[in-house]
């Protein structure tokens, strides 16, 4: 009889515990899930941006879905090294994130790109706490999430210069949702910023806030 599967090998990369090394990978798992659901996120707003810049922020986004996968990959790829089996799997995303799907959906460029700020904001604010832990038993790993943070964070800024006033003032710098900073740089037929930053309280960096301040409280 086949044996059976399991998620941990009884091995980790040379210089760790076996212990150390599947609970850095354990971390990595909700980094996988993050950018993994950052690529799927990037592509809705690609496909559901509409008006006159149109073209230039959809064709804007292709090449940072391609990034993003790129590390989903390196992600898992180091989790299997470190001796912990990835799961890429859509229902191992939706049973542990802790935040909500992205709820903008037809939009314009920079109402899409003021949301996607958000949205980059929580992933990269969970990766730099994930270089923390990994920091203190693994260079390795730390490094590849630095060299992943410096990428996100370029993207991020390419999103922040559309919605960015010459007095560096971001238009969304008010709203803590995703609609709610698509709101904020919304307007009318005229081109008049219609600006409402009101909504629910349940998107992902709101979601994202209301775990950071659970934790602050921990400490
Ligand atoms: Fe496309």
Do not use: C
């Amino acid at each position: 009889m086949a044996k059976k599967s399991t998620k941990n090998a009884s091995y980790t990369v040379p210089g760790l515990t076996t212990t150390e090394g599947h609970a850095l990978a354990d971390t990595l798992q909700q980094r996988l899930n993050a950018l993994n659901d950052l690529q799927l996120t990037l592509k809705h707003a690609h496909w559901n941006v509409v008006g006159p810049n149109f073209i230039s922020v959809h064709e804007m986004l292709d090449p940072q879905i391609e990034t993003v996968r790129g590390f989903v990959d390196e992600v898992a790829e180091r989790m299997a090294t470190m001796g912990v089996s990835p799961n890429g799997l859509p229902g191992a995303i939706v049973a542990s994130r802790k935040w909500d799907d992205y709820d903008v959906m037809r939009a314009t460029g920079v109402e899409h790109l003021a949301a996607l700020d958000l949205v980059y904001s929580g992933v990269i604010k969970d990766h730099r706490k994930a270089i923390e832990k990994a920091g203190k038993v693994d260079p390795i790993t730390e490094d590849m999430l630095i060299g992943q943070v410096k990428g996100l964070e370029l993207f991020q800024w390419f999103m922040r210069s559309h919605i960015e006033s010459v007095s560096g003032q971001l238009e969304n710098s008010n709203a803590s949702t995703e609609k709610g900073a698509a709101n904020s740089v919304a307007t009318d037929k005229s081109g008049k910023l219609t600006k409402s930053t009101k909504s629910t309280k349940s998107s992902k960096s709101a979601k994202a806030e209301k775990s950071d301040k659970k934790a602050d409280k921990k400490k």
